[in-house]
């Protein structure tokens, strides 16, 4: 805790990472910040116009990503095929009828992978800073199908496209000029 109370700044990821923080840590709501979301590069995740189906999960198998909430919402939805992919750190358990595991994907393949997928499920079990997939997903043209503990969704701008590829995409930028007016002050 020294660490943050000493800071000359501290950059929070999205609203609810900040939120999440300072309810854990109140001592921290004076503190200079900033909220930059993760940088992506939009040139890399967009609408490709293949034909699309089902809904694609990644990383989602892991129990802090929400592992028990996504095998549920899939025994909940059977009429759903669910593609996982991102690996399974429990691979001797089984999982429903309609998911199927593909593991890792090249990152050349991602963009590609999420249009083939209608929409992208994530469940986070836990509140994360940002995660980035739900973004990334989303720019390629994926509905998202989500909860409250999702970072990148606590942004007021995660309504558009063009807006999360505006941020995003500037959020490199952004994050540099709040480390120059740190050190300029």
Same mark, same amino acid.
């Given at each position: 805790?020294?660490?943050?109370?000493?800071?000359?700044?501290?950059?929070w990821?999205?609203?609810?990472?900040?939120?999440s923080?300072? &309810?854990?840590?109140?001592e921290?709501?004076? @503190?200079?910040? +900033?909220?930059?979301?993760? *940088?992506?590069? %939009?040139?890399? /995740?967009?609408d490709?116009?293949?034909?699309?189906?089902?809904?694609?999960?990644?990383?989602?198998?892991?129990?802090?990503?929400?592992?028990?909430?996504?095998?549920?919402?899939?025994?909940?939805?059977?009429?759903?095929?669910?593609?996982?992919?991102?690996?399974?750190?429990l691979p001797?358990?089984p999982?429903?009828?309609?998911?199927?595991?593909?593991?890792?994907?090249s990152? &050349?393949?991602?963009?590609?992978?999420?249009n @083939?997928?209608? +929409?992208?499920?994530?469940? *986070?079990?836990? %509140?994360?800073? /940002?995660?980035?997939?739900?973004?990334?997903?989303?720019l390629?043209?994926?509905?998202?199908?989500?909860?409250?503990l999702?970072?990148?969704?606590?942004?007021?701008?995660?309504?558009?496209?063009?807006?999360?590829?505006?941020?995003?995409?500037?959020?490199?930028?952004?994050?540099?000029?709040?480390?120059?007016?740190?050190?300029?002050?």
């Amino acid at each position: 805790m020294p660490i943050f109370l000493e800071a000359k700044l501290l950059v929070w990821l999205s609203p609810l990472h900040r939120e999440s923080w300072l &309810w854990a840590c109140p001592e921290l709501e004076e @503190k200079p910040y +900033a909220i930059v979301p993760s *940088p992506i590069d %939009p040139s890399q /995740f967009y609408d490709m116009k293949l034909p699309r189906e089902g809904v694609i999960c990644v990383t989602s198998l892991f129990e802090f990503k929400g592992r028990k909430n996504v095998l549920q919402w899939a025994r909940d939805h059977p009429g759903q095929e669910i593609t996982c992919a991102g690996g399974n750190p429990l691979p001797n358990e089984p999982l429903p009828p309609n998911c199927r595991d593909v593991g890792q994907i090249s990152p &050349w393949q991602v963009n590609e992978t999420y249009n @083939k997928h209608k +929409a992208f499920l994530h469940l *986070p079990a836990t %509140p994360q800073p /940002f995660d980035r997939t739900v973004s990334e997903a989303y720019l390629a043209g994926c509905d998202i199908i989500g909860n409250k503990l999702i970072g990148a969704l606590s942004y007021d701008w995660f309504k558009s496209r063009e807006e999360v590829a505006e941020h995003c995409g500037n959020s490199s930028k952004l994050f540099w000029e709040k480390i120059e007016e740190v050190l300029n002050d």
